[in-house]
């Protein structure tokens, strides 16, 4: 199944209010709005009148605006309404409209036109009460950079030393990389608390970690204790705007307790602000340095630490699973 034919998110469900939306997914400007009957639309942002941004004008009973003439568009894309004159019938949408739900906190499209059969790519399923928040941020990388850059473990003792991990205390752990239905997934065992601040402030003792990616663009991390429990689960969805650049949705699930849900989120909020930070910086300075080399025939260098980013690579240039054995790999992370 190629990316187009699958659903992106394009917005978080709560931003989706009363009035219009504007965004972008691959390349194209849409305007989200709700319909009549609650449910999300997306339309091209462009008036076919005279092109005015449709995003800019506004919902009236469940139809889009137009701010310079007062078109009004339902969210079929068929004109509904051209103030001054007696408008026929109009059984021909003007507007391509695409796809659009509602699932998991976010409003998805699909770009392809036809409604994919596979449901919005969910997080992973918990069990247990939790407290939610989200992050969002746009960075300039390919899909690729930003999910190998969330799922590598080898960066975090240099990008975010002290946040997430030392250099100087790594751990000797098993890592076991496995295939998955629409992605690749891999399982840390026998690695304790990581020295960095965020793990000492908010994470008991370790039991097993997880990173996995699944098409077309979800990356997580998830932490569970001895027990099974989840510490905590950060489930990236990552979107392609366009311009070389990405959106990304992400939800922050902690294991309910003790700690006011409001004062963690107040918390975590900062720590991850200040790596998301760290991370945009040096996908753009490696992005920006790619471009400097671009009419060079080089390609990036695997090595034996890098257990997801060669599949991930396939994994997107393909859009289809993988089929390898699961292989065991000895690591000091």
Known sequence: MTASARWWPVALSHELGKQPLACQLHDLPLVLFRAEDGTPAALPDRCPHRFAPLSAGKVRDGQIECPYHGWRFAADGRCTRVPGTELERCDKPLLDSLPSCEAHGLVWVSPAGD?????????AEQRQALDTFWITDEVECSLLEAAENFLDGFHTHF??????????????????????????????SEEGTQSGLISRLFEGERGISMGRFRLPGLA???????????????????????NGRLRLFARIATARGWLPAALKRLVLRRLFGVILRQDRQILEQVSANQRRFEHLPVKPLDGRQDLLGPSIRLLIEGGEALDFEERRVEIRL
């Open 159 to 188: 990008v975010h030393a002290g946040w997430i991990r030392h250099d100087r205390q790594r751990q000797a752990i098993s890592a076991r990389v496995r295939p998955l239905a629409d992605g690749v997934e891999a399982l840390y």
């Open 220 to 242: 997580e991390i998830e932490y569970r204790d001895r027990k099974g429990g989840l510490n905590l689960l950060v489930s990236a969805w990552l979107v392609p705007v366009g």
């Open 115 to 123: 409604r994919p059969a596979i449901l919005p790519v969910a997080p």
